[in-house]
């Protein structure tokens, strides 16, 4: 993807994460907004839960799931395979050229990725020329994290993570100001609604999805080799991150919380 700085990778455990999201979790903002005929864009869609999770909702409408690489794709069309949901489809594409013709979809959403784009006022006008006139851009983005207990390496891990996010041109916590890109993008002010939404995680199952897979993701991920080759931790920093991580899962009053920012984007006029 040009302007594309993802600083994780398409491996197991992050698909993992990735897959847990559902429209009921994650874009409850945008549910109430959806018709049965509304053809929709998904972007930056991963292993395809949210996206086979709309299209379950628009019976008589189309979702497109669109990612800058092939990667996690197999994995949606499997998905939606296997719970035999037929108006979906998949492709690569770039959210900087997206491939469609302006005007195209009633809603063209985004969970999660313009935090990992170095230009992501570009990226907002793209969905904003593929939406039709009366439709929406729904966009939602992490603004910050909360961990208890929080150990000292998970400051850290944080700190480091938010450091390289910002040498790559980034920024993990844009949930904050989204509604700022959009205006740039185009939007008026008053076209611009802003909510925010969240996750916990803190039963026993969740602390096992949500510690486990993050533990398997500090060590030899793209951001621990990083983190690594510019001095800023070490190999043995990253293994104690990961038992961190196990031992938060072990603590029944281990808690992790996200804020997200979220808005939805009337386009009045082409």
Known sequence: MTN?????????????THAWRTPQNSTAYLLPHLQPTSQILDIGCGPGSITTGLAALVPAGHVTGIEPTSLPLEAARALAASEGITNISFKEGDIHALPFADESFDIVHAHQVLQHITDPIDGLREMRRVCKTGGLVAIKESASLHCYPEAPEMVKWQQIYLKVAAERGTNPHSGERIHVWARKAGFSPEDVKCSTGSWCFQTREERESWGGNFAERSVGSPLSKVAVEKGYATEEFFERVREVWLEWVEDEDAWFGILHGEILCTKRDA
């Open 4 to 16: 594309q700085a993802y600083v994780a990778d398409h491996s197991a455990p992050v698909l993992r």
